[in-house]
């Protein structure tokens, strides 16, 4: 059986950087540690990965697409179709690749409601390790910020999370939470274990001081699990547009700014990537 490394981004709020982060992550792991990586869009259908590396529009017919995973005809469809991973897989153009959301996968996530709860965390996890583990060395899943079927099974097919938390999405005393959320998780669902590996504070402008005290505080209350804080920087927003993460930029294209939030995802990359036992 060949193995591969898994991480899913996570945490129970929207606009903190789950995206970003997975992106970034991604991008760094396939070139500056040589992986053959995939991202999937588990975040909905609003297509956040596919709009930053500016695949907007290649991904607006698809041809095969991930919620197919999720049903009970997914066995017969992996048999019967030729190469239909292969065709749910676009290039991003910066290392990974990525299979985007697709509008089915709301449907997927209601129909999951149906399947018997032994079995309705299990086709992501089914997915990672026959389809996707023989092609890459590591997949990213990107979370939408609530908890449902889909989320339950990137969580189960991941075990490993990364939380970015942003200043202001946060009020202090909720960062606990955090943790108290997968456990939850992990006591009302028996066979889903996931472990909150990281947790990395971002969009932290220097020059604010409630930014230096949000993430002095995340560091003292995960002081074993914090990742680099990540830079504020305008460059981030600019290339999404762009159709980019900021890895695809020269030092002198970047701000200052830009030159450290990228810096600081790389020794993110650098930390978490030892701490995901392949599987
Ligand atoms: N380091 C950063 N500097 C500036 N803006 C950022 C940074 N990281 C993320 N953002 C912006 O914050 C917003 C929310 O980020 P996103 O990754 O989409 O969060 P989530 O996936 O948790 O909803 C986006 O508009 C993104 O461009
Ligand atoms: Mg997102």
Redesign the pocket.
């Known amino acids: 059986m060949s193995e591969i490394k898994r991480l899913a981004t996570y945490?129970q709020?929207?606009?903190?950087?789950?995206?970003?982060?997975s992106a970034h992550f991604a991008v760094s792991a396939a070139q500056d540690h040589d992986l053959d990586v995939v991202l999937i869009d588990l975040?909905g259908t609003q297509n956040?990965l596919a709009t930053h590396f500016g695949l907007e529009d290649e991904v607006e017919d698809l041809d095969a697409a991930i919620s197919a995973v999720f049903g009970d005809k997914w066995d017969f469809i992996r048999e019967n179709i030729d190469n239909v991973v292969d065709r749910m897989v676009f290039e991003t153009g910066e290392g990974p690749d990525l299979i985007p959301a697709d509008p089915g996968l709301s449907g997927a996530n209601n129909n999951l409601a149906n399947v018997p709860l032994d079995e309705r965390f299990q086709a992501l996890d089914d997915f990672v390790s026959k389809d996707l583990a023989p092609r890459y060395d590591l997949v990213v899943m990107?979370l939408p910020?609530n908890e449902n079927n889909i989320v339950l099974n990137g969580l189960f097919a991941a075990q490993h999370t990364l939380a970015?938390l942003?200043p202001g999405q946060f009020e202090l005393n909720q960062l606990k939470n955090l943790e108290e959320d997968l456990i939850e998780i992990t006591e009302t669902h028996d066979d889903v274990n996931p472990e909150l590996t990281m947790v990395v504070p971002?969009?932290i402008n220097r020059g604010e001081p409630e930014h230096l005290a949000f993430a002095d505080e995340v560091e003292d209350t995960y002081p074993e699990i914090v990742g680099p804080r990540?830079?504020?920087?305008?460059d981030?927003?600019r290339e999404?547009g762009n159709g980019r993460t900021v890895f695809a930029l020269e030092d002198d294209e970047l701000l200052k700014t830009g030159v450290r939030?990228r810096d600081a995802y790389r020794e993110l990359t650098d930390d978490l990537l030892p701490q995901l036992e392949a599987r």
């Open positions: 945490v709020k929207g606009g903190v950087g789950k995206t970003t982060s975040a956040d990107d910020g970015p942003s971002t969009t990540i830079q504020k920087t305008a981030i927003g999404q939030a």
